[in-house]
């Protein structure tokens, strides 16, 4: 626990992990330096503070969304398929690389790297899943080829086909690294208290960046849902353990009830109560606030120590 001498505090502080970015992957050193703070009897750090893109929703690598794709399709089985409007076919159909089309000009993004945008409430979950654990992966990632051969519309043409497997095979290599790293990230968030907040990427790049965005996007239907599929998700996998005593009341409660019994049916009246209790507006007039019901959780949490604030 933090200690009441201010002198004695030790945070570890992080922020932004991209599973095919380029680079060490750095979460995984807590654990060593847990590990021999623990064996050396001190200097343990209490807190660890993420601040922001624990995921990145709209910058996935090609052979991970596949795997994700797959992966919900098995932690959703028995709910009903989801079918992303304005596509009217299930998100797992839109294949992997080609989504630039329905996240720029139907769901109204304006990310740069629309091509493997997370879609569906099921990528989302397996998205975080898949960040902070080994234990959902396949043994293999797909290859280029299997993945041509589930969606044959993604293969090139002859002359672009070697440089698209070279860029798979690099995004494969830094994917491995990173799924190496996991038993140790596991490990370490198992040891110490952790608090994260949400960017922008865990929906995606420049989400609610001006009131232009907001109308823009949340008067398409697809990116109305887009924006609540990561909201939900960030409210379960981040939220929750931030403050779960918000959880505990009435708002939060109704939430994870209304999550518990929903089975994906789109006309099915528990989503207004998801959405008005994570903050999801049904639109924007362009300027001034968004509108926000009175049961809406809050995201932002602070943190009380003995001689010190965490705002």
């Not at 929703?57 to 009903?80: R, S």
């Not at 989504?99 to 990310?111: E, L, P």
């Not at 353990?241 to 009830?257: D, H, I, K, V, W």
Request: aromatic letters at 10%; glycine letters at 8%; charged letters at 20%.
């Amino acid at each position: 626990l933090p200690p009441a001498d201010i002198n004695q505090l030790r945070v570890v502080h992080g922020s932004c992990r991209k599973p095919h970015g380029v680079g060490r992957e750095m979460l995984s050193a807590l654990d060593t330096i847990l590990a021999s703070a623990i064996q050396q009897g001190k200097d343990r750090p209490q807190q660890l503070f993420l601040t922001g893109d624990q995921i990145y929703a709209d910058d996935v690598a090609t052979p991970l969304l596949f795997a994700l794709i797959d992966a919900g399709n098995v932690f959703f089985a028995g709910n009903e398929v989801e079918l992303l409007p304005g596509a009217q076919v299930p998100a797992s159909d839109l294949e992997p690389g080609e989504r630039g089309d329905i996240v720029r000009n139907k769901a109204m993004f304006t990310t740069t790297t629309p091509q493997c945008q997370l879609l569906s409430l099921s990528e989302f979950a397996a998205m975080y899943l898949f960040a902070w654990s080994d234990v959902p992966w396949p043994t293999n990632l797909p290859s280029v080829k299997e993945m041509w051969n589930a969606y044959p519309q993604t293969r090139p043409e002859a002359d672009d086909q070697e440089k698209v497997e070279t860029e798979y095979a690099a995004q494969l290599e830094r994917l491995e690294g990173f799924r190496s790293t996991l038993p140790q990230v596991r490990r370490a968030l198992a040891n110490i208290a952790t608090y994260t907040i949400c960017d922008d990427h865990e929906i995606t790049d420049d989400w609610f960046l001006d009131g232009a965005w907001c109308q823009r996007v949340l008067a398409s239907p697809s990116g109305g849902r887009i924006v609540r599929n990561g909201l939900l998700a960030y409210a379960l996998f981040q939220g929750w353990g931030n403050t779960p005593q918000q959880f505990a009341e009435p708002s939060g409660m109704a939430l994870l009830n209304a999550v518990d019994t929903w089975r994906g049916d789109a006309s099915d009246a528990r989503i207004e109560t998801i959405e008005e209790i994570i903050g999801l507006p049904a639109a924007f007039s362009g300027s001034g606030e968004l509108p926000r019901s009175p049961r809406a959780l809050h995201w932002y949490h602070t943190y009380e120590g003995p001689r010190y604030q965490v705002i």
